[in-house]
């Protein structure tokens, strides 16, 4: 090989290497970027799991309450009916 061969045989060589740093620079930035959007959807993901066990533990408890309320208004319809009945009673003996 001559000089010139030679030069331009470093020359290519120097051109692939400049193109193979700027491929890995760009896919480097593209990898961090993945990586990025998966850190950010993972916490994103973890939060609204949160808020759902947040909203379930809410709605057990609301339910728990309801169930309650109706326990209490059924115990006041046994005593009003109850009462209603006595006063029924009452008016028979009186009458």
Known sequence: ???EQVEEHVSRIQEELDR???ERNYFQLERDKIHTFWEI???QLEEKKAELRNKDR???E???RH???I???KQ???HLLYEHQNNLTEMKAEG
């Open 62 to 64: 609301a339910e728990e």
């Open 76 to 78: 006041k319809v046994k």
């Open 41 to 43: 959807t993972r916490r």
């Open 1 to 3: 090989m001559s000089k």
């Open 58 to 60: 809410e709605m057990e």
């Open 20 to 22: 193979e740093r700027e």
């Open 67 to 69: 169930q309650v309320e």
């Open 71 to 73: 326990k209490v208004y």
